[in-house]
């Protein structure tokens, strides 16, 4: 046991779990120095949250945008950092092209591969568009972990499991070593600020990731959603 770990209990497919995990943590403790939006879902089957969002969606972006605009303060209070999670799917499976706001619940069709690749590319937009309202004092970045052997392929199914999982097995990374990008991104003195980080270096992310339109329609459209589902 470590004493010096405590823990709180969040679900961020239920935005009341969030709100309730913020309440809790700001009873607790006066100040915040670092926020990783490490936790996820990868191509899962058709699923929603609480609230009926496309769980992906839901979980890999609204889930965190709502718990880092509740804790936004205090690390703001703290001139603290910001780690968001993101991929190289942010690339792949259509997400180059940018987010589909014409179907952002995917009620028209699903995959979980796009589904997928969209919610990697709405945390590093996120991490874009927050970085110009916090200014200089809060650094926030979008990281790459790369591929990690962790539960996260528990929804591939099984002609992938097949395929791909011995080989993921022989050349994914430790979770010791995925975590590498986001220490450094937490702990490196003048980190770049707004910026994709993969092994441990600022790179470039994709191109649609620096379109202000993108990063700010996301924006607004992810404020309408917590408005609409929480009080």
């Known amino acids: ?10 679900d961020l497919a239920d935005l009341d779990s969030v709100r309730a995990f913020a309440d809790a943590f700001k009873s607790q403790y006066t100040k915040l120095d670092i926020l990783i939006n490490n ?6 089957p058709k699923l929603l949250t609480k609230q009926g969002l496309e769980m992906q969606f839901g979980c890999n972006h609204i889930g965190h945008f709502y718990l880092t605009n509740l804790l936004l ?20 499976f259509g997400a180059a092209n940018g987010i589909n706001f014409d179907d952002i619940n995917s009620e028209k069709s699903y995959s ?34 790369g591929g990690v052997d ?7 199914n099984s002609v992938l499991k097949v395929i791909f999982l011995p080989i993921i097995k ?7 070593q995925g975590a590498q990008t986001s220490l450094h ?3 490196k003195p003048d980190l770049e600020q707004g910026s994709y980080f993969d092994n441990c270096k600022a790179v470039k992310s994709s191109e649609i990731s620096y379109s ?12 309408e959603i917590i408005k609409k589902y929480t009080k």
């Open 73 to 92: 303060n205090m690390i703001v209070a703290s001139k603290g950092r910001i780690i968001n999670l993101s991929s190289e799917a942010h690339r792949m």
């Open 212 to 223: 202000e339109e993108q990063q700010e329609k996301l924006w607004a459209l992810s404020e």
């Open 150 to 156: 962790t539960e996260l392929a528990r929804h591939f």
């Open 112 to 145: 979980p591969y796009f589904a997928y690749g969209q919610s990697k590319l709405a945390n590093v937009l996120f991490t874009k568009a927050l970085q110009k309202r916090v200014g200089k004092d809060v650094t926030v970045a979008a990281v790459h972990p």
């Open 1 to 10: 046991k470590n004493n010096n770990v405590k823990f709180l209990r969040l």
């Open 170 to 176: 022989l050349t994914t990374k430790t979770p010791l």
């Open 39 to 44: 936790a996820g879902v990868m191509m899962c």
């Open 185 to 187: 991104c937490a702990l």
